[in-house]
């Protein structure tokens, strides 16, 4: 079995950066789309960034600009480097990974346990 194991989340105050990271807790064969998505309180979970094997990234608009996406993918890491953090970033940050296990395995998604990022004074 896969775990995603997500670090980095906090209080932060605005203005503040933090960076998120999500890694695979094994050796994984293949890695394909990679992202970040959060849900905050009485809100549905939203996309915030997507990054592909080769490295095609895609934002949420809110994000844009702030934010930025990548990938480690000899560590079978995606990392989140947040800026400009404003209080409407307060959610719980998820990582998300399309991968195979072995090369023989089915496509599957899996999904991080969640932290939790806070932007207040």
Do not use: H
Not at 34 to 39: K, S
């Amino acid at each position: 079995q896969v775990q995603l194991v997500e670090s980095g989340g906090g209080l932060v105050q605005p203005g503040g950066s933090l960076r998120l990271s999500c890694a695979a807790s094994r050796s994984i064969f293949s890695i394909y789309t990679m992202g970040w998505y959060r849900q905050a309180p009485g809100k549905q979970r939203e996309l915030v960034a997507g990054i592909t094997s080769s490295g095609s990234t895609n934002y949420a608009d809110s994000v844009k600009g702030r934010f930025t996406i990548s990938r480690d993918n000899a560590k079978n890491t995606v990392y989140l480097q947040m800026n400009s953090l404003k209080p409407e970033d307060t959610a719980v940050y998820y990582c998300n990974a399309d991968l195979r296990v072995y090369g023989y395995s089915p496509r599957e998604n899996y999904w991080g346990q969640g932290t939790q990022v806070t932007v207040s004074s």
